[in-house]
């Protein structure tokens, strides 16, 4: 909103002073679950969706928030210091059985290999 002219500077900070203000006392995430989906394939199914209240989005905007995800927000999870797993996961393609399987296999694995940490005797199915 703010690169698009519609929040001034000082919303923006005002925005971020708020944002900061009420998540202070939040626990850092542990995982992170990424969908991944290309732009045009995101119009495509809001087209196909036909919400009234979607029809507006554009597909620049929606490059321009993929442009964020992909070079901010992955980019500071993914830095050294965050403790944070991140999944990344392409829905281009992947229908919603084999994704739901997919994550619930690869959270278990993390849950797993966490637990595993505190103790090495620990099975998951226990």
């Known amino acids: 909103m703010f690169r698009n002219g519609l929040l001034s500077h000082s919303e923006l900070e005002e ?7 009420s998540t202070k006392n939040i626990d850092p995430v542990d995982i992170f679950i990424f969908l991944r ?8 199914r809001i087209t196909e969706r036909g919400r009234e209240m979607e029809q507006g989005i554009s597909l620049d905007y929606l490059r321009s928030l993929n442009h964020l995800y992909e ?18 996961y392409n829905v281009d393609t992947i229908g919603m059985d084999e ?17 595993h940490r505190l103790d090495p005797n620990y099975q998951i199915n226990n």
């Open 15 to 21: 925005f971020d002073l708020r944002r900061t203000e």
């Open 99 to 115: 994704l739901a399987a997919t994550v619930q296999k690869d959270v278990e694995k993390i849950l797993e290999d966490f637990a």
């Open 37 to 44: 989906a290309d732009p045009n394939t995101l119009k495509e």
């Open 71 to 88: 070079n901010k927000l992955l980019v500071e999870l993914k830095k050294d210091e965050s403790s944070c797993k991140v999944l990344i």
